[in-house]
């Protein structure tokens, strides 16, 4: 993505909130007045894009130093199995994916009448990019995943709710979940676990592909 198309993205809440921590360092380190504080803080509150947000800090050291590497976009639905790696299922009851395990590129999860939780924290992840799409009808999915991995999510509830803490991880190589799906009186939610951290995914791919490349040349 270039720099006008990410201009132009719409303003998360989340960026809002880090050009008001960027503005709040700036006044106590007194680079800003209380009153240019108050009007930027008022204007980050109005903005609707990332370019009207980084307007109020273009003036600050921070707006000169390298910015860190977004999450790559969602894979496309034909970049992925046609077929779930793994389907999570509750029907009246109560499912849970947790532990050292390994994560697929696609998992899906169905929580009907019941509730799914999935807990990526101790997983594997032999993929940089891992679709969770779910479907809460009546029930709820809860999604934990580790702290220093990119969360996303694209979704939306129907007298439910679909909430998912957005984190991007400063590791451009660092795995990132995409938490998908819909609920539909009931709930949706995607938070890390603090404390735990995914730290060897890099050494466990080159592994995997030292290894794919012995096999073929042995051939």
Known sequence: ?????????????????????????????????????AERVEGVLAAKTVGELEVFVKDLPVAHTPRATTAPLRPADAALPADPDENIVAVFSSATRRGRWRAGRRIHAYAIFGSVEIDLSEA??????????????LGSV????????????????ILGSFEVDTMDSGDPNAPV?????????????????????????LDRVQRKVDRSSRKHLDR
Not at 125 to 135: A, D, I, L, N, S
Not at 145 to 152: A, F, G, M, Q, T
């Open 177 to 201: 979940v995409y938490l998908d799906g819909w609920a539909v009186l009931g709930s949706v939610e995607g938070r890390p676990r603090r404390g735990r951290v995914v730290a060897d995914i």
């Open 1 to 37: 993505m270039d720099l006008q198309k990410q201009t132009d993205l719409r303003a998360s809440d989340a960026d809002r909130d880090r050009v008001a921590d960027i503005l709040r360092d700036a006044l106590a380190e007194g680079r800003l007045t209380a009153e240019e504080h």
């Open 142 to 157: 809860e999604v934990r995943v580790p702290e220093n991995i990119s969360l996303r999510g694209t979704g939306g509830g």
């Open 124 to 137: 594997l992840f032999e993929y940089q990019q891992v679709v969770v799409k779910t479907y809460a009808i």
